[in-house]
């Protein structure tokens, strides 16, 4: 089973899609970020092997 911990930092209330925030990995201890809901669903929905490389090499960065 696949384990995840979600980070929402941020949500444009007129626009519900517009997310920003960082997904974690626990199995592999690994961290993806994503810039919208599409990304976070692809991060989500596929194993490491298919998340997009753009995700794969993004780091979160504390504002």
């Avoid at 092997?49 to 504390?62: D, G």
């Amino acid at each position: 089973m696949d384990s995840y911990v979600v980070r929402i930092y941020r949500r444009n209330s007129s626009s519900p899609q517009d997310l920003v925030g960082l997904v974690e990995l626990v199995e592999v201890n690994q961290e993806r970020t994503f810039m919208n809901f599409e990304e976070l669903r692809a991060i989500l929905g596929c194993r490491q092997a298919c998340i997009p490389a753009e995700s794969k090499n993004r780091t979160a960065k504390n504002d």
